[in-house]
């Protein structure tokens, strides 16, 4: 099994920063990617920002420019810097780990959220 923790959530004004991290424990496998995903009340969850194994990230286009994912491999730590906060960005974001276990099977674990509200 595998635990994420989210934290750093909060209230910020509009123009503000955040910094999200989500550290990982228990049985780690193979890490394939980590990411970041928000979901609006109502509306489908949406990806953020992932960085695979290799260290490629990608970003939803709302946010690229603003949001930075980076990662602390020692700390089983990925982070998400989000700068220039815009109240579209208040939501829940989820911390997503995906992983292949020894006996070849995928394994996609999620954080319990946290909460982001950017004030205008």
């Known amino acids: 099994q595998v635990q994420l923790v989210e934290s750093g959530g909060g209230l910020v004004q509009a123009g503000g920063s955040l910094r999200l991290s989500c550290a990982a424990s228990?049985?780690?496998?193979?890490?394939?990617?980590t990411g970041w995903y928000r979901q609006a009340p109502g509306k489908q969850r949406e990806m953020v920002a992932v960085i695979t194994s290799g260290g490629s990230a990608n970003y939803a286009d709302s946010v690229k420019g603003r949001f930075t994912i980076s990662r602390d491999n020692a700390k089983n730590t990925v982070y998400l810097q989000m700068n220039s906060l815009k109240p579209e960005d208040t939501t829940v974001y989820y911390c997503n780990l995906d992983e292949s276990l020894p006996d070849g099977v995928l394994r996609d674990t999620w954080g319990q959220g946290t909460q982001v509200t950017v004030s205008s």
């Open positions: 228990g049985s780690i496998g193979s890490i394939n990617a």
